[in-house]
Each structure stands twice: as C-alpha cells, then as structure tokens.
Nanobody, 114 residues
Framework: QVQLVESGGGLVQAGGSLRLSCAASGMIVSRNTMRWYRQGPGKPRELVAGITRGGSTNYADSVKGRFTISRDNAKNTLDLQMNSLKPEDSGVYYC????????WGQGTQVTVSS
C-alpha cells in the first residue's frame, strides 16, 4: 500500500524558512514524478514544485528562487526547502506521487505571519 506522510510544517515569521519532508512507503520516491502542492484558505490547490524521475525540476513562478525541491534517496523522502517565506505562502502543503505510483499525503500546515 502506497502512503505519503508530510511533516515539517509550522508557524514562521515572514522572511523565515521551513523545510518540509514527505516520507514514502510502498513506493520508491526516486522512481516517480513527485510534486508539492499547496492550498491556501479559500483558494484552489496549486502546484508549487515538481521533480521528475530524471531529476528535472520545475517551480511555480511565485516560489522560484526561494523554494527548492529535492529527494533523499537513502531516506526515501521528498523535501521542500522554503526560504524567504511570505504570508501568501501560507496554506496546507501536500505531497503527491504522479506516476507510476499515484498518491496524496494528508498535508501539513504552513502559516507565515507578517
């Protein structure tokens, strides 16, 4: 059974940093396309960053230069380093396996105070 569990969310002041992690079981992170999404209050879920099996990355324009997506193959995790956080980065962050395994995590809350 494929399972994704996010961690690392919390409350941080604007300008601060957080590192999210997504632990996978029942699948291999490095053999999948993996993505981070977020959903702010009253907003649709949006793509934040993705990484392909080959290691190519992509980012939403709003986070380019501030967020970095990466994998830890030894730990079988997907990570998201978030720097220079802004209040508009607040929301629930979800990890998503987008092939060949398909799964969503339960989300982790990120709150950035101004």
């Amino acid at each position: 059974q494929v399972q994704l569990v996010e961690s690392g969310g919390g409350l941080v002041q604007a300008g601060g940093s957080l590192r999210l992690s997504c632990a996978a079981s029942g699948m291999i992170v490095s053999r999948n396309t993996m993505r981070w999404y977020r959903q702010g209050p009253g907003k649709p879920r949006e793509l934040v960053a993705g990484i392909t099996r080959g290691g190519s990355t992509n980012y939403a324009d709003s986070v380019k230069g501030r967020f970095t997506i990466s994998r830890d193959n030894a730990k079988n995790t997907l990570d998201l380093q978030m720097n220079s956080l802004k209040p508009e980065d607040s929301g629930v962050y979800y990890c998503h396996a987008d092939g060949p395994n398909f799964a969503w995590g339960q989300g982790t809350q990120v709150t950035v105070s101004s």
